[in-house]
């Protein structure tokens, strides 16, 4: 049965952090066997139907996730209302999020970092602009974000 909770991962283009984030995720409450419903979307609009970055999908199947399947989408302002969690990778995004956020949905908003017991407050940088060993970065900073948010769902479940 799925629980009451549910997440979606923002980031700026869809294509590279929030769909790394979607995918640790469900991997991670599929070992913990924790039924949330995840997505992610994009604050912008360019990447709307395109599959993430190949950089991206690379870096998931070295974790044997298949992401072959995930298209882009622009958040929406139904999102707000349909899960109870929107969690954002950088400052700019959260920025974003709280201005076009209806205000009784303001508390939806948090940073994935903030979720980590060692990095809250940190971003989880851009790796557009850089090559496949910062996408394996990125990786990384996703999955201590997502350990400690699996945590904090667990511990409420
Ligand atoms: P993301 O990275 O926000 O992690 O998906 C980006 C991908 C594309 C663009 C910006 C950020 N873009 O400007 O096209």
Known sequence: MH?????????????????????????EIQKRQLHIKVDSAGL??????????????????????????Y??????SEDF?????????????IYHLKKIAPPECLHKISLLMDYSLTHKGQEIADPYHGDQLDFEVTWKQVELGIIGLADYFEKQL
């Open 81 to 93: 209302v349909d899960f109870t969690h929107i969690i954002g990778m950088d400052h700019k995004n």
């Open 44 to 69: 912008g609009s360019w990447h709307v139907n395109n599959p993430p970055d190949r950089r991206t999908i690379k870096e998931a199947a070295q974790h044997k996730i298949d992401i072959t399947h």
């Open 71 to 76: 298209r882009g989408r622009q958040i929406q």
């Open 3 to 27: 629980s009451s909770f549910s997440v979606l991962f923002v980031c700026l283009g869809n294509i590279c952090r929030s769909p790394m984030a979607e995918a640790a995720f469900i991997n």
